[in-house]
C-alpha cells in the first residue's frame, strides 16, 4: 500500500469513528440524500455535500451486500472530491440487494457515515430510449430501433444490449400539426417498422420509449425526430 493510502485509512478510522466532539461540529459536513441512481444497470451513489467550510471536505465510499457484516472500500471513492461514485461493477448482480455508505471529512472537522437505502438494481434500474433513425417514404415513415446497452461485455468485448438481459417492447407514437396529441402508432418487438398510411408531403415527429414487459413499468421517452413524408 502506497504512503497516500496508508494516510487516507488512517484519516478514515479517526473521522469516520464517533467523535468526541459535540454534534454541532460533526454533524455541518455530513453528506444528505445519500442514494443509488441506475441507467441502463449504470448504477452510480450520489450524495449532496452538507456546509462548506474553509476545507473542502472529501469522501469515503463503501458497500456491501444485504446480510454481509464486513464493508467494502471502494478503492476510486476513497477520498474523492466529487459527490458521486459509480460502483456498477461491484454492484453488478442485478438481483441481489445492496447497500453503501459515504462519510465526508476535512482537516477540521468529520461526519459519521451516511448509508443509503436499499439497492435492488433489477427493480430500480430504468432504461433510456432506443437509438432511433428514420427514413421518409411515400406517405410513410421507416423507423429503425437500437436498444441500450448495459455496461455489462461479452468476452470479445463488445456491449450486452439490455435486450439480452430484459423482455422489452418498443413503443412508438407519432404527431403533427392536425393530431391534438401524440398517437400510438406502434408497440412490439421489431426493430424496424413501418408507419404507413400517412399524408403525403407532410412533417410527422416520432417519438419512442421502452417497456420492460417483466415489471410492467416502461423507461424513459425519446426527444422528438421529426421528418416529412414524400
Known amino acids: 500500500m502506497v504512503l497516500k493510502e496508508l494516510l487516507l485509512v488512517c484519516l478514515l478510522n479517526v473521522c469516520c469513528s464517533n467523535p468526541g466532539g459535540g454534534p454541532a461540529i460533526h454533524e455541518v459536513i455530513k453528506p444528505k440524500e445519500v442514494e443509488f441512481r441506475?441507467?441502463?444497470y449504470n448504477n452510480v451513489l450520489y450524495w449532496k455535500s452538507g456546509k462548506q467550510l474553509?476545507?473542502?471536505p472529501v469522501y469515503f465510499v463503501q458497500y456491501k451486500i444485504?446480510?454481509?457484516?464486513?464493508?467494502?472500500?471502494?478503492?476510486?471513492?476513497?477520498?474523492?472530491?466529487?459527490?458521486?461514485?459509480?460502483?456498477?461493477?461491484?454492484?453488478?448482480?442485478?438481483?441481489?440487494?445492496?447497500?453503501?455508505?459515504?462519510?465526508?471529512?476535512?482537516?477540521?472537522?468529520?461526519?459519521?457515515w451516511v448509508f443509503s437505502q436499499?439497492?435492488?438494481?433489477?427493480?430500480?434500474?430504468?432504461?433510456?430510449?432506443p437509438e432511433t433513425r428514420l427514413w421518409a417514404g411515400k406517405a410513410s415513415i421507416l423507423v429503425q430501433l437500437k436498444p441500450p446497452h448495459s455496461p455489462?461485455?461479452?468476452?470479445?468485448?463488445?456491449?450486452?444490449?439490455?435486450?439480452?438481459?430484459?423482455?422489452?417492447?418498443?413503443?412508438?407514437?407519432?404527431?403533427?400539426?392536425?393530431?391534438?396529441?401524440?398517437?400510438?402508432?406502434?408497440?412490439?418487438?421489431n426493430r424496424t417498422v413501418q408507419i404507413e398510411n400517412l399524408t403525403p408531403r407532410t412533417t410527422y415527429c416520432v417519438v419512442t420509449e421502452i417497456f420492460m414487459v417483466s415489471q410492467a413499468r416502461k423507461g424513459q421517452q425519446s426527444e422528438q425526430k421529426c421528418i416529412k413524408t414524400l
Open 38 to 40: 441506475s441507467l441502463n
Open 54 to 56: 474553509d476545507s473542502k
Open 66 to 112: 444485504y446480510g454481509d457484516t464486513r464493508w467494502s472500500n471502494k478503492t476510486d471513492c476513497w477520498g474523492i472530491r466529487e459527490s458521486f461514485c459509480d460502483l456498477s461493477k461491484e454492484t453488478s448482480d442485478n438481483r441481489e440487494w445492496y447497500y453503501a455508505r459515504v462519510c465526508a471529512a476535512t482537516p477540521e472537522v468529520q461526519s459519521d
Open 118 to 129: 436499499k439497492f435492488i438494481p433489477y427493480l430500480t434500474t430504468v432504461i433510456s430510449p
Open 152 to 189: 455489462y461485455k461479452r468476452r470479445n468485448g463488445s456491449w450486452i444490449s439490455m435486450k439480452r438481459l430484459h423482455d422489452l417492447r418498443y413503443r412508438i407514437y407519432i404527431t403533427n400539426n392536425k393530431l391534438d396529441q401524440e398517437k400510438h402508432v406502434f408497440e412490439g418487438w
